[in-house]
Nanobody
């Protein structure tokens, strides 16, 4: 069982940077692929990116590639989403998620956080 709690969401201006954090419980955190997703009002939840258990590999959606970076600290049971050059279209609730299957991409994840709101004003 893994429990995930996101934090760091805020209201920012277009062009700003923001870092989201996700704190995970459990001693097996380092075994999980960690993903970030987002859901804007009236839209389906979409994959943002994911990171391998060791942090050695990442995968990003085309819409955020080059602007967003995922990292993790397994010693602290933390995963981060660094967001740069934010746009109004990045406004959404952001969720972190964990999966035990070793696929660094979208699809089914086993555990989800409650989400944190990011609002980008233009």
């Amino acid at each position: 069982q893994v429990q995930l709690v996101e934090s760091g969401g805020a209201l920012v201006q277009a062009g700003d940077s923001l870092r989201l954090s996700c704190a995970a419980s459990g001693r097996t955190f380092s075994r999980y692929v960690m993903g970030w997703f987002r859901q804007a009002p009236g839209k389906e939840r979409e994959f943002v990116g994911a990171i391998s258990p060791t942090g050695g590999s990442t995968n990003y959606a085309d819409s955020v590639k080059g602007r967003f970076t995922i990292s993790r600290d397994n010693a602290k049971n933390m995963v981060y989403l660094q967001m740069n050059s934010l746009k109004a279209g990045d406004t959404a609730v952001y969720y972190c998620a964990a999966r035990s299957t070793l696929w660094i991409g979208p699809g089914r994840y086993d555990y989800w956080g409650q989400g944190t709101q990011v609002t980008v004003s233009s």
